[in-house]
């Protein structure tokens, strides 16, 4: 076990990073930070001298940390001690998923899942309370839908959260007016808060950063961060028990009670107030992302805004005005029209960083502006095999405009990938076959027909931890040249050196964090 900031890592192909891509065989780390890189004889003189260890790497690959900017921490740690719903086809399958998790948790007191999508229920329908009350019986059950944005609420958990009397068109209802259980947007997080089900949660945090360094990801972007989830990780920053860096975007609520008590940048290395995160809109699997034109397949909506752009631009100027960086959520093209407008009103350049969280949906020319504003697309590209249905959902009209990341990266906008976990897989190497395949070995559509959006592996890799690092005006990260954070996964083969098809196997040996072993 490395337990000192001061190491040589010697006899190694160690990429320094992949723009373009850099090999050298030993790096000295002073300090937590990379002050050589090249000959390994060299590396190991200059950390004896200093009484630091030796790592000999025996050959194996070695690569920046993987840096993840865009994910949920908080809700990553409490899906790791809730049921796992994800690939469910059925809700009969739903129900025994369910059955399965209270035989194994009977203390379970509010039973929490995640994954479902009834997309692929070969039902057709959405699920409704009546399918599960009886399965989960006199507890509240949340299950919340693979995105995030809807959820499934058992009649308990309706009356319990008081959302059984409130009227609004993100509570489904039936054609008599019964609430059906599935409600969307910000009665997901208004459910999970009034049952408690975020109890524990600096132990949950722990467990998700924890889990996420033995996947080789060094830093993350944790957004959408409220008040209670701010307490818990601080906590865990003051007990020294953080293992990755996290950087945090706060949820508009916790940024108006702490952006004046907490300035941009306050934190260290391992923890740093970064910017806001505001969502604007729903998800495409939900049909609340809001578009310029009705969903494909259900011509009677265009989706959901939820800010008014006065309220949006009030608190964006807030932010903006004291130095926070702005994280906008911008599924539909329609809602990517008003960040755009925001961002030209606010008078944003390339050094502010701006981000457009997804940019899912994104016309030519809106890609072209953000390009020319500097705005930074932070990127999911696994969804472009859970979103199998897409081009169903908004027409072959519009299918050119989704998920375009090589029209991006060709139009000079800074890509970032990430994984908006827990909506999708930590595991960075999911994520890099989906930007490098689009899926089209597994058959999706969207891959087919869009086939050029593909990225090289080389840049992928570098999306995932120059670009990422940038997104997070983080200057440290991302790179093993010297000056750099010393963040380095050690890996099981040569991502570079690797068929496309053969990526998913590659696993990780080692994570570091500042030259300290993480994991295992």
């Known amino acids: 076990m490395v337990n000192t900031d001061t190491v040589a890592f010697v006899n190694g192909v160690i990429y320094t990073g992949f723009s373009p891509p850099r090999r050298v065989r030993g790096l000295a780390v ?20 200093l009484g630091g260890d030796i790592v000999d790497l025996g050959g194996k690959v070695a690569i920046p940390g993987f840096v993840d900017a865009h994910l949920h921490l908080d809700s990553l740690g409490m899906s790791l001690r809730s049921a796992d719903l994800r690939g469910v086809r059925s809700i009969a399958e739903l129900r025994e998923r369910i059955r399965r998790f209270l035989e194994q948790h009977p203390d379970t007191e509010v039973v929490f899942g995640r994954g479902w999508d009834q997309e692929l229920f070969k039902e057709g329908r959405w699920p409704t309370r009546w399918d599960i009350d009886d399965v989960t019986g ?36 039936r054609e008599d007016g019964e609430p059906t259980g599935v409600v969307k947007e910000e009665f997901v997080q ?6 408690g089900a975020r109890r524990g949660l600096v132990k949950a945090l722990e467990e998700g950063a924890r889990y996420v360094a033995a996947h080789g990801v060094t ?11 701010l307490n818990a990780v601080m906590e865990l920053w003051r007990r020294g028990k953080l293992p990755i860096r996290v950087r945090l975007y706060l949820e508009p609520e916790a940024f108006r009670r702490c952006s004046s008590c907490l300035a941009p940048g306050f934190g260290d290395g391992l923890l740093r107030v970064t910017g806001l995160k505001v969502i604007v809109d729903g998800s495409l699997g939900a049909r609340t992302a809001w578009l310029s034109e009705p969903y494909a397949d259900d011509p009677s909506t265009r989706g959901s805004l939820l800010w ?15 130095g926070f960086q702005l994280a906008i959520h911008a599924i539909g093209d329609a809602t990517l029209d008003i960040v755009l407008r925001l961002y030209r009103e606010l008078g944003v350049s390339q050094g502010d960083r701006a981000r457009v969280e997804h940019a899912s949906v994104a016309r030519p020319e809106q890609i072209a502006e953000m390009a020319k504003i500097g705005a930074v697309a932070v990127v999911q590209p696994h969804f472009v095999i859970t979103d199998w249905w897409v081009v169903r959902r908004v027409g072959k009209g519009r299918v050119t405009w989704v998920y375009p990341f090589r029209t991006m990266v060709r139009r000079g906008v800074r890509l970032a990938l990430s994984t908006d976990a827990p909506v999708e897989p930590v595991d960075p190497f999911e994520t890099l076959y989906a930007a490098v395949t689009r899926g089209i070995n597994e ?24 670009g990422s ?8 990260a991302g790179s093993l040249e010297p000056g750099h954070y010393a963040d380095l996964v050690v890996l099981s083969a040569d991502p570079l050196a690797t068929e496309p098809t053969k990526l998913r196997d590659i696993e990780v040996v080692e ?10």
Do not use: Q, W
Request: glycine share 8%.
């Open 469 to 476: 690092a940038y997104a997070l005006r983080d200057p440290m």
């Open 511 to 520: 994570t570091y964090v500042g030259g300290r072993r993480v994991y295992p």
């Open 30 to 49: 002073v300090n937590g930070i990379v002050v050589y890189a090249g000959d390994p004889a060299r590396a190991a003189g200059i950390v004896k001298g």
């Open 190 to 195: 208004r459910a999970i808060e009034a049952l």
């Open 443 to 466: 058959g999706i559509e969207l891959g087919r027909i869009t086939p050029n959006e593909t990225l090289e592996v080389h840049e992928a890799l570098d999306a995932y931890t120059r």
């Open 219 to 229: 830093e993350v972007g944790f957004v959408s961060c409220n008040l209670d989830s």
């Open 138 to 173: 006199d507890r509240p059950a949340v299950l919340v839908r693979v995105c995030g944005h809807a959820a499934l609420l058992n009649t308990r958990a309706l009356v319990e959260s008081g959302l059984i009397d409130v009227k609004s068109p993100l509570i489904m209802r």
């Open 308 to 322: 008014s752009y006065e309220e949006l631009k009030e608190v964006a100027m807030l932010a903006f005005e004291r």
